[in-house]
């Protein structure tokens, strides 16, 4: 598909930019490639997948609240594609459930309400199921004897994420992507033809009919770039990596409410045969803040720790991940007002964008092209 005909021009000439290299970056790169068009990925690191990508918990979800906002639905979608690419780009994904558990009356009562609300979503197509005390051990041998109610929802799954990150890269480069690393877009000119100029700090010069912002952390800078107003809010999740504790299935508390610092997270088993706790919710100074405290580790401790019958140890691995958090707390995909529909904006794609990339690429690829 030709969709410059006879322009000539000095500049590198593409189909598609794409800012960013990431994982919904690259999952766009490949699926825009499949269409036959030519794509080039701008990254200002070294390599791909640097930041939110590979700094998280590694878990395809089904779970994402509140249930009616993109997100939600995006997370759906996303954790059925990845079953299909998984298979077809060559990553590792390795099904499991979830335990959401409680304990003593209150929480009880409250895991009843998580159950409910969770079967009003059944057709969606993932299990639920109340489980007794008994059964509850038979399914999680290590879950601590104070637990005494737990829902099991069935389709989650773990990946190894810098795995995903570079079989994507290598796939989209086997057909025919180019890859612009340690470039940062830093100017943007559209002429009356609407075909749009990229300028980088490091003096690269690129062309390109469509651009996608895919920047994460920095996509309100970028977006700004063209003449759209963001505010992306970053916000930090330390992750503690155990080898002394082995789980069968993710493991997470129905109360989500409490310590900030300890919003949501889980005990997850991890595909080397590690264990993570984590992550934690808190404030970060900047948007390179990768630093964490005791605190945020005794935060995780006294959060998980009750959960599990055996000692955790010491942590052998801490991982901090940083969410491009914006006010509207949901996931924003949308066309450049100042530009129009040659740009799309992918602004505040947090947790859980691991889950969702695939799906946020099938929307991005049908806005540029529709059903072509």
């Known amino acids: 598909m030709d969709l410059w005909g006879d322009v000539v021009e000095l500049a590198e000439k593409y189909d598609v930019a794409i800012i960013g290299a990431g994982v919904i970056g690259l999952f766009t790169a490949y699926l825009l490639l499949e269409k036959r068009l030519s794509v080039v990925v701008v990254e200002k690191n070294s390599r791909p997948g ?111 994420s810098r795995e995903l990150v570079d079989k994507l890269e290598k796939t989209a480069r086997s057909l025919g992507a180019s890859f612009m690393y340690n470039n940062e877009v830093d100017r943007v000119e559209v002429d009356r033809s609407s075909r749009i100029r990229l300028g980088t700090k490091q003096g690269g010069e690129i062309l390109a009919k469509y651009v996608v912002n895919s920047a994460g952390l920095y996509a309100d800078r970028v977006a700004g770039l063209f003449g759209d107003k963001y505010s992306i809010k970053p916000v930090k999740g330390v992750m503690a990596l155990y080898r002394d504790i082995r789980v069968e299935n993710i493991i997470a508390s129905a109360i989500v409410a409490g310590r900030k610092k300890t919003k949501g997270g889980g005990i997850i088993p991890q595909l080397d045969g590690r264990v993570l706790l984590g992550p934690t919710y808190e404030e970060a100074s900047s948007r390179s803040d990768y630093y964490y405290t005791r605190e945020s580790l005794r935060a995780l401790e006294e959060k998980f720790r009750p959960l599990l019958r055996d000692d955790m140890g010491e942590p052998v691995e801490v991982v901090v991940g940083l969410r491009a958090t914006t006010s509207w707390r949901d996931y924003i995909i949308e066309y450049s007002r100042a530009v129009g529909p040659r740009v799309v904006h992918l602004v505040g794609i947090e947790s859980p964008g691991l889950t969702a990339a695939p799906a946020i690429a099938e929307k991005v690829v049908y806005m540029l092209l529709g059903d072509t």
């Open 50 to 160: 640097q930041e939110a990508s590979t700094r998280n918990a590694n878990v395809i979800h089904v779970v994402q609240t509140p249930f009616n906002s993109l997100k939600s639905r995006l997370c759906i979608e996303g954790n059925i594609l990845h079953k299909r690419y998984s298979e077809i780009i060559g990553y590792r994904l390795e099904p499991l459930d979830t335990l959401l558990v409680t304990r003593g009356m209150k929480g009880a009562v409250i895991g009843r309400i998580a159950y409910w609300l969770l079967k009003r979503y059944r057709n969606w197509g993932f299990k639920v199921e109340k489980l007794s005390r008994q059964k509850i051990r038979e399914v999680e041998p290590l879950i601590s004897r104070d637990v005494d109610y737990a829902v099991l929802v069935g389709g989650y799954g773990i990946v190894d």
